[in-house]
Nanobody, 125 residues
């Protein structure tokens, strides 16, 4: 059983930056494709970014491409999401996800094995 705990959310002005962290415990981290989903108020949860088991491949949704960077440190069991040039529309609860079934970097909610509890990111205009 893998537990995921996110941190790093908060309130930031438009154009600012935040770095989210997701620490994994209770199991081996490296066999999982890792990713970040987000859910804005009144909207469905959407996939934002994913990273392969080795960290060598990444995927970004069009809405965050060029502004967000996902990375992982398998020695520390941590995955990060560096968010730059934040916009008010990035306001959402951000969830860390682990998927042992997917061998690509594109994750779907139905195949996620473990979720974090979520961390709020609020971007003011």
């Amino acid at each position: 059983q893998v537990q995921l705990v996110e941190s790093g959310g908060g309130l930031v002005q438009a154009g600012g930056s935040l770095r989210l962290s997701c620490a994994a415990s209770g199991g081996t981290f490296s066999p999982y494709t890792m990713g970040w989903f987000r859910q804005a108020p009144g909207k469905e949860r959407e996939f934002a970014a994913g990273i392969s088991r080795s960290g060598g491949s990444t995927y970004y949704a069009d809405s965050v491409k060029g502004r967000f960077t996902i990375s992982r440190d398998n020695a520390k069991n941590v995955v990060y999401l560096q968010m730059n040039s934040l916009k008010p529309e990035d306001t959402a609860v951000y969830y860390c996800a682990a998927d042992k079934q997917t061998y690509t970097t594109i994750m779907t909610q139905s195949r996620v094995d473990y979720w974090g509890q979520g961390t709020q990111v609020t971007v003011s205009s």
